[in-house]
Nanobody, 121 residues
Framework: QVHLVESGGGLVQSGGSLRLSCAAS????????MGWYRQVPGKQRDFVAT???????MYDDSVKGRFTLSRDNSRNTVYLQMNKLKPEDTAVYFC???????????????WGQGTQVTVSQ
């Protein structure tokens, strides 16, 4: 139906930068909000950032001022620029899209497979 492919995770030192990408594909009618969540093993999945179809972003307080979310609707892609990374940012980052597929014709949440971000120091 709707598939999300993430890229850009890796290992970086404290204070460094990383950029995550997420591209949506499939039988897409519309994508409303699109963004990122993160999860540490044994803990709940937490909100990081999201952006509306019109390009209005919202960030969790823990990343505000350090992360920037952008969106390219023509490519159904979002980018998360992460600067001044901290060890507490270490997690598996999951792309999320609130989308309407041609198969269901209702809005549902779709998730990527996750990409690991590790910040050392």
């Amino acid at each position: 139906q709707v598939h999300l492919v993430e890229s850009g995770g890796g290992l970086v030192q404290s204070g460094g930068s990383l950029r995550l990408s997420c591209a949506a594909s499939g039988a897409i009618v519309t994508i409303e909000n699109m963004g990122w969540y993160r999860q540490v093993p044994g803990k709940q999945r937490d909100f990081v950032a999201t952006i509306t179809r019109g390009g209005v972003p919202m960030y969790d307080d823990s990343v505000k001022g350090r992360f920037t979310l952008s969106r390219d609707n023509s490519r159904n892609t979002v980018y998360l620029q992460m600067n001044k990374l901290k060890p507490e940012d270490t997690a598996v980052y999951f792309c999320n899209a609130e989308a309407v597929s041609a198969m269901t014709m209702v809005q549902s949440d779709y998730w990527g497979q996750g990409t690991q971000v590790t910040v050392s120091q």
